[in-house]
């Protein structure tokens, strides 16, 4: 009994320890922390940068605005995943524009927004334009997912517009919607952070991100991204957890 | 009810030809024959779920029927109670019908822990539960993996609907259970 923790402390370790050890031997071969730091020095740094009032700044402004672009992006994606699914006009007129808004570079969406808007709401513009494509594709998937049977079943038994999108294309979206979000929500996090780094907020990680290149602060360049990579690890881990949350509610929506 | 000339097919595959048939409109009527001769098309006719390439079908049409589908088409991940409830008026009670089926228990279950026998009692009760105000019940092969017992405590609590029945059976018992046996064969459907 007691070796079952263990077993799985070291499955969880393993990886952790093996990455960690190649990185320090690399590290140790370069020997120049300008090119490739160790994980000791940028672990002494993101320490020192987590004793500062300034760094939680940076942080919170960051996740503020990639959590409001994810949100936007969602609520754009779901919006237009149900106007495509159900209204042939919308279709027509979304779809493509949606499609051609998946294939810009976000390098190109960062400029234009930023002659658009202030340079404080690109990394949220930028965000919520990543995730609106990917939420809208799988929430029009999924809204297109309910078999003939179950429509057919629906219709016989006198089931109003409201009461089958309830009960018979709601369920079936909501896991393809989960998907959409949790897959999009590392999209949020690239684009948002590179947005910074481009548009440089006052308060932001990619900021500091900039200034590190600039300044060619390696070990702090490291450090910021051992932040965001942290964040984004978390803000999935926090997603995951309360959508599971909601689909364990049940599907009695009637 | 009456189906007059009626002709339909499913592509190439004719079911049926210049098809002639008057129904009881009280009772249950079983409908049986091999499979694939065109028993659940007929039903599907009378139900208006399909419309013949000619002919006439005389029958309530589709908002005044319920039907039993011979799959059970059950909402993916909703309980017993959920499943009726999606049909039932809001705010309607969905024990009473589930208590006909024997599945009163099952309630708060979702359709995937069931056994294929109940998932079928709880496609029964949510036609029971839509019966009210309808004129005519189908039912295609309603009693599969519904034990002898639970049938015909079933087929009591639907002849109390006092609506005309008509229902599409293979086995023994539940023609047995009807008041009427109609015998047929092909396709095309023919009456024996």
């Known amino acids: 009994m007691r070796g079952k923790p263990l077993k799985t402390l070291i499955r969880l370790l393993a990886p952790a320890v093996f990455w960690l050890g190649l990185w320090l031997l690399a590290a140790a071969l370069i020997d120049q922390p300008l090119f490739l730091p160790g994980p000791g020095l940028v672990f002494s740094t993101l320490w020192e940068l987590l004793g500062t009032g300034r760094f939680w700044e940076h942080v919170l402004w960051t996740l503020l605005r990639v959590v409001s672009g994810t949100l936007l992006g969602v609520l754009g994606g779901v919006s237009a995943g149900v106007l495509t699914a159900f209204l042939p006009p919308a279709d027509a007129l979304l779809s493509p524009a949606l499609r051609v808004g998946r294939a810009v570079p976000v390098a190109s969406f960062i400029v234009l927004l930023l002659l658009w808007v202030g340079s404080d709401w690109v990394p949220v513009a930028v965000s919520a334009m990543m995730v609106t494509p990917v939420v809208w594709e799988d929430v029009r998937a999924g809204l297109a997912s309910p078999g003939h049977d179950l429509l057919e079943m629906a219709r016989a038994y006198g089931m109003g517009r409201f009461r089958r999108f309830r009960t018979v294309y709601l369920p079936a979206a909501l896991p393809y919607c989960r998907t959409g979000i949790l897959s999009s929500l590392g999209l949020a996090w690239k684009s948002g952070v590179a947005a910074e780094v481009l548009c440089t907020p006052r308060r932001a990680v990619g900021t500091q991100v900039y200034y590190a290149k600039l300044y060619l602060e390696t070990p702090s360049l490291f450090a910021w991204t051992v932040t965001v990579v942290a964040l984004s690890l978390l803000l999935e881990k926090a997603v995951r957890r309360a959508l599971r949350k909601k689909e364990g509610g049940g599907g009695d929506a009637a | ?192």
């Open chain 2, 1 to 192: 009810m009456r189906l007059e000339n009626v002709t339909f097919a499913y592509g190439d595959k004719v079911i049926l030809r210049d098809f002639t048939l008057e129904l009881p409109d009280a009772g249950v009527t079983a409908l049986s024959g091999p499979s694939g001769c065109g028993k659940t098309t007929l039903l599907r006719l009378l139900a208006g779920l399909e419309t013949p390439q000619s002919g006439r079908v005389d029958a309530p049409g589709l908002s005044k029927t319920v039907i039993l589908f011979q799959e059970d088409r059950l909402l993916p991940h909703f309980t017993a109670a959920g499943q009726l409830r999606a049909v039932l008026p809001r705010g309607a009670d969905p024990l009473p019908a589930l208590a006909a089926v024997g599945l009163e228990r099952e309630a708060d279950t979702p359709v995937e822990a069931l056994s294929g026998g109940m998932r079928r009692r709880v496609a029964l009760a949510r036609a029971l539960a839509a019966a009210p105000g309808k004129r005519l019940l189908l039912l295609d092969e309603p009693f599969t993996g519904v034990d002898a017992e639970n049938a015909k405590k079933i087929m009591k609590s639907l002849r109390s609907l006092r609506l005309p029945i008509l229902l599409t059976a293979h086995d023994a018992e539940s023609l047995r259970m009807a008041d009427t046996v109609l015998t047929f064969s092909g396709p095309p459907l023919r009456e024996l």
